[in-house]
């Protein structure tokens, strides 16, 4: 069938995805180099976890909890070069559903791909709710439930027009993101040496199983840099920035991490009852205007964080569909943005809706769980390398085999690492994940067994368009 006189928008060339009228294939635009891709990937870790996580894990194992933070960053530190491994071989997008699909099959792949599109839903959703509740620290109006809702919707739709106008936009607004909560982070650290109390670092008695469970958190905390593998055929130079971005990323939210908790735990003799620690220790630093400047700031930070949460959601679903393991639709490009709209626009209604509905940390442990299983399946796949079967060329986006012992030492520590973890997570969140599992299996086989879907795979088998 001819697809003269169809909407350019829905003109798809043999790959699937979408093509321009004259008939050449829409590509997205490549306007992220190295700096750019830091900056999105700060923007994406530094969000909620930072100024609410202090008092949680103080609560946990008290101020042992600094030596939790040097262990998470460990761990993160060997997800990330577990990536930058992967990243290195591949230069389209797609980024863990990627690597995970050519080491173990399309099976493990939608898995994986599903796992983080759930990830970054239920974590774009629990950080705009958290918006809110700080916009309602500093107006009255914005903490009553018709307000609260308000404040969700406006954030939420700014967050998806930016993302529905495209990538050059959004990675300017996280240069602005970044900015604007790094800065006052680094001031905090460095002017709350001036009122630390020694006896606020007395160790106190914890089980190990604590212990445990505040790496757990802080895991959840550091969590997000994953993005950054995702957008592969937006950036200039991916095998090379993408392993710069993400490894520079991990390294400077340690450093900014591990002195601003340093500085909450000397600066407030009863962390773990604070339920706004950052902005308690501004209070002292600089008084009223501190404290409501740093809740502003923890508000900005949320927003920018749900603005990337939907960019790697939306660009994993654009991966997805080009795969046809969910229906074309959901990941076309728009013709004129050449952005995935639809797939916004899906994922940012539902984001808004379980904003409105739940409540922040239910969001957040679904979040944490399907984030380790993710991270899990990627130092697997780095692990294994891809199959033989996988039919792609390495420039295409098939990695080459990893070789040498030390090379794989390092993800195979961390995927021990994260199992441990997984053994802290709490019933409500083991049981979101398998839910999460689950209702990814009836995806994909719904997907093999649609005749569209098998007619499209059978096309491209032969080279050949789609009707």
């Not at 635009?29 to 990937?41: E, P, T, W």
């Not at 970054?120 to 500093?138: K, P």
């Not at 392993?243 to 600066?267: E, R, S």
């Not at 013709?335 to 808004?352: C, D, Q, S």
Request: proline share 5%; with cysteine; net charge positive.
């Amino acid at each position: 069938m001819s697809d003269r006189g169809a909407p350019a928008a829905s003109r798809r060339g043999p790959d699937g995805r979408a093509a321009a009228p004259g008939g050449q294939r829409i590509e997205p635009l490549r306007h992220l180099g190295r700096f750019r891709l830091v900056a999105i990937g700060i923007n994406s870790v530094i969000g909620g976890g930072i100024f609410i996580l202090p008092a949680e894990v103080a609560g946990l194992i008290g101020p042992t909890s600094i030596v939790a933070y040097v262990v998470a960053g460990v761990v993160v530190i060997g997800v990330g070069l577990a990536l930058a491994s992967l990243a290195s071989r591949y230069e389209t997008s797609g980024g863990p559903y990627l690597y995970v699909r050519g080491a173990f099959g399309e099976f493990a792949g939608f898995q994986t791909g599903w796992l983080f599109c759930l990830a970054r839903l239920t974590a774009m959703a629990g950080l705009v709710n958290g918006f809110a509740r700080y916009l309602g620290a500093l107006l009255p109006w914005a903490a009553d439930p018709i307000g609260r809702a308000a404040a969700i919707i406006a954030c939420s739709a700014v967050i998806i027009s930016i993302n529905m106008i495209g990538i050059r936009q959004t990675s300017g607004a996280s240069n602005l993101f970044a900015v604007a909560k790094v800065l006052p982070l680094i001031i905090l650290a460095i002017g709350g040496l001036f009122f630390l109390h020694a006896e606020n670092f007395t160790p106190q008695s914890f089980e190990g199983m604590s212990f445990l469970r505040a790496v757990l958190l802080l895991i959840f905390a550091f969590s997000g840099f994953e993005i950054l593998t995702v957008p592969a055929e937006e950036s200039h130079r991916p095998r090379r920035d993408i392993p710069f971005a993400v490894i520079a990323t991990i390294l400077t939210v340690c450093a900014i991490y591990l002195p601003v908790h340093l500085v909450a735990t000397g600066m407030l003799h009863d962390l773990a009852s604070e339920q706004a620690p950052l902005a308690a220790a501004a209070l002292i630093l600089a008084g009223p205007i501190g404290r409501y400047a740093m809740t502003f700031i923890a508000a900005t930070s949320m927003a920018g964080c749900a603005l990337i949460s939907l960019v790697g959601g939306t660009r994993l679903m654009y991966s997805m569909s080009s795969a046809r393991q969910i229906p074309r639709f959901m990941g076309s490009l728009h013709a004129g943005w050449r952005t995935p709209v639809r797939a916004t626009l899906l994922m940012g209604v539902i984001g808004t809706a379980l904003a409105i509905t739940s409540v922040y940390s239910t969001l957040a442990a679904i979040s944490a769980g399907t984030r380790l299983l993710v991270y899990l399946a990627c130092c697997l796949a780095c692990l294994r390398g891809p199959r033989s079967a996988s039919g792609v060329a390495p420039s295409a986006g098939r990695a080459v085999e990893p070789s040498g012992a030390r090379r794989r030492m390092i993800p195979a520590l961390t995927a021990i690492a994260i199992m441990a973890l997984l053994c802290a997570l709490k019933g409500e969140e083991i049981a979101g994940g398998l839910a999460g599992i689950a209702i990814g299996t009836v995806l994909y086989f719904g997907m093999m067994l649609s005749p569209g879907a098998r007619r499209g795979r059978a096309a491209e088998a032969v080279g050949g368009t789609t009707p």
